[in-house]
């Protein structure tokens, strides 16, 4: 990959001093073919002597006459693919047509075909199209990643519907050879197609939810893992449910338990009330009450010993009732701080946060305490002694409580005692 934009000027200078392409750049990598494109023009405009020396491939060409009806541009010899790739990337088009010319039995450089197919200038980018439309589908397959990075410029749109063309009508094979793309482009592309020609079982889509690193991909596939198990689907649960949660990701662990209803077991949903992601504790409860199980009576039960399941706390603030606000308060000094921080949580969702309880909080040596004591007690800042607050600053006091009275005395406005860099 050309990384910087001084290795892509000396990517150039060694293929103008006749190293081959290979020994170049990395012809895999699309990267590599935009930042050659944009270095040989931004040096032929700053160094035109590299590419008009005798010395240098370039000076192979016969240079057009601009007095001439029809200018044309010949070669003394059959140019090299290092020659020909600085040719389909030089400033003047009428070069960059010849070099085209030239191309069509040059597989190598094709990635070179792709990017001209969005050239300012019409002839060139119409010989390119017309190169790219007749590429064997396998080849143009390979190339996705680039079509797709050029196919968001100006004129970028033929490459790109070509490909996704050849997708949609051509062999399932193309298809399946872009779903393990680690381009981010190329794979949510072929997840789609996937989708649209029912490709894809909903056993393997909700592996790939679960395993994928995209997030578009993961939430594609989980949806159309769910949507495939139909209503009161009980055959699927091994193989499609319990991949969704078991997945780290919480929006496909959501669509795990949402799946819970279309299998009719909505008693699963459960352990997910306290799940450490509010969109998934959320499922949980929808799922339960589908089944006409309230899922307060389970948070208050499990706020009673909630060591084990920290996030009760919250999860009964986001649903529970003002009076249960007795109960979270007091598992602020719960000795397990994740039940501390949830505990303050809760509170802030149920808009019943005890203000000298939580204030005490914020020299928790818990971080995870004091981000969420900070969090609650910023609408009412003002209220907080102001000399109390600049002692979190002082000297040895853990970064986080340093960090949450620079947060408190800005939103009070107090600016000056809240400004610098907050340590490492």
């Known amino acids: 990959m050309l990384t910087s934009q001084d290795e892509a000027h000396e990517a150039v200078e060694r293929l103008v001093a006749g190293v081959g392409l290979r020994q170049v750049l990395d012809v895999t990598d699309p990267a590599s073919w935009i930042g050659l494109d944009l270095a040989v023009r931004e040096l032929a405009w700053q160094r035109p002597e590299l590419f008009h020396s005798k010395a240098s491939p370039s000076g192979r060409w016969v240079n057009p006459d601009p007095n001439a009806a029809e200018p044309r541009v010949t070669w003394s010899r059959t140019p090299g693919d290092a020659e020909l790739a600085l040719a389909l990337c030089h400033p003047d088009g009428r070069i960059r047509e010849a070099a085209l010319a030239r ?5 190598e450089l094709l990635a070179l075909v792709v990017i001209r197919c969005v050239d300012w200038a019409g002839p060139v980018r119409e010989r390119a199209r017309g190169l790219l439309a007749a590429t064997p589908p396998s080849v143009l397959v390979a190339h ?7 196919g968001i410029r100006s004129r970028g749109d033929f490459a790109q519907e070509l490909l996704t063309e050849e997708l949609r009508s051509g062999p399932a094979g193309h298809v399946e050879a872009l779903l393990g793309s680690g381009d981010r482009a190329t794979a949510r592309l072929a997840h789609r ?3 649209e020609r029912r490709l894809l079982p909903a056993a393997r889509l909700a592996r790939i939810a679960a395993r994928h690193r995209d997030v578009v991909v993961q939430d594609l596939c989980a949806e159309a893992a769910v949507a495939a198990l139909g209503e009161g689907a009980c055959d699927g649960f091994t193989e499609v449910v319990v991949p969704l949660l078991g997945a780290r990701q919480p929006r496909v662990r959501s669509a795990g338990v949402t799946a819970l209803r279309r299998t009719g077991r909505y008693a699963d949903a459960e352990p997910y009330l306290t799940d450490r992601s509010a969109v998934v504790r959320a499922c949980a409860r929808w799922v339960l009450r589908q089944g006409d199980i309230d899922p307060v009576p389970l948070y208050r039960a499990l706020c009673a010993d909630p060591a084990d399941r920290p996030a009760a706390a919250v999860g009964l603030g986001e649903c529970g009732a003002r009076e249960d ?12 701080p994740a039940v501390r921080a949830s505990a303050v949580a809760g509170l802030r969702a149920l808009d019943m946060v005890p203000f000298d309880d939580v204030r005490l909080l914020l020299h928790d040596p818990s971080a995870a305490v004091v981000r969420q004591a900070t969090a609650a007690l910023l609408p009412s800042a003002d209220r907080l002694p102001r000399e109390e607050v600049r002692s979190l600053l002082a000297e040895g006091r853990p970064r986080h409580q340093r960090v949450a009275a620079i947060r408190l005395l800005r939103t009070s406005g107090v600016h000056g005692q809240g400004r610098g860099a907050v340590p490492a």
């Open 103 to 107: 191309a069509e039995e040059r597989a």
């Open 325 to 336: 606000a007795n109960l979270l308060r007091t598992l602020l000094q719960h000795p397990a």
């Open 144 to 150: 996705a990643a680039l079509i797709l990075r050029i």
């Open 193 to 195: 197609v996937a989708l």
